[in-house]
């Protein structure tokens, strides 16, 4: 049976506390990762994890109950990438110092995870149709949104929380649809499109 969306579980289902299995984790989540950027999350399974991971496929099933688990715990992963991007490069002096040099930072700094993981894309963008992989998405979305808010609403006091909220959804919605056009963008083509977002 599925779980609900709002299911926020995203700990292995037994928190490996050896080396190898802590590698092994780390060997699962990276060839989902890996495979979620190719095949989306309809077409992505615990046996073609396995497969990639090249472990056993119960080895999946002794940290995660399935392919939800898994993609839960890679959103968590980008989660923490974006807290620490925002946490040590984006707060309310910068925005408020040089409005064009934060959101300069702000989509390099997207763009980098993106870069650096294929899966990022298919997630912060929610293009999937999937309820479940849909609500991760929003979520991850959020985390920046959130954070973004707070620093706009410190930064910018005279600025209305209703004109916030609007232009950091267009953003969200805008940036969405920006970062996915990374992966199919041609050799050259990524600093004019990232140029454009900015």
């Known amino acids: 049976m599925a779980k609900p969306a709002t299911d926020k579980r995203t700990s292995p289902?037994?928190?490996?506390?050896?080396?190898?299995?802590?590698?092994?984790?780390?060997?699962?989540?990276?060839?989902?990762?890996?495979?979620?950027?190719?095949?989306?999350?309809?077409?992505?399974?615990?046996?073609?994890?396995?497969?990639?991971?090249?472990?056993?496929?119960?080895?999946?099933?002794?940290?995660f109950e399935g392919k939800d688990d898994i993609v839960a715990a890679l959103v968590e992963q980008f989660q923490e990438r974006i807290l620490k991007l925002v946490g040590e490069q984006l707060d309310a002096a910068s925005a408020m110092r040089d409005r064009r040099a934060f959101i300069a930072r702000?989509?390099?700094?997207?763009?980098?995870?993106?870069?650096?993981?294929?899966?990022?894309?298919c997630v912060f963008s929610g293009s999937q149709s999937h309820a479940r992989f849909d609500g991760l998405a929003r979520d991850l979305?959020?985390?920046?949104?959130?954070?973004?808010?707070?620093?706009?609403?410190?930064?910018?006091?005279?600025?209305?929380?209703?004109?916030?909220?609007?232009?950091?959804?267009?953003w969200s919605d805008i940036t969405g649809a920006?970062?996915?056009?990374?992966?199919?963008?041609k050799p050259g083509e990524r600093g004019k499109l990232l140029e454009e977002l900015k």
């Open 13 to 63: 289902r037994r928190m490996p506390t050896q080396a190898r299995s802590r590698a092994r984790v780390a060997d699962i989540l990276k060839a989902a990762g890996a495979l979620l950027g190719e095949v989306g999350y309809d077409g992505l399974s615990t046996n073609l994890i396995a497969e990639r991971a090249d472990v056993p496929v119960g080895s999946i099933y002794q940290f």
């Open 106 to 121: 702000l989509v390099d700094g997207i763009a980098g995870i993106q870069a650096e993981a294929s899966a990022f894309v």
């Open 141 to 170: 979305r959020r985390t920046l949104t959130r954070h973004l808010d707070r620093v706009f609403a410190e930064a910018f006091p005279r600025l209305p929380k209703d004109d916030r909220g609007r232009m950091l959804a267009a």
């Open 178 to 185: 920006m970062i996915s056009s990374l992966d199919r963008s």
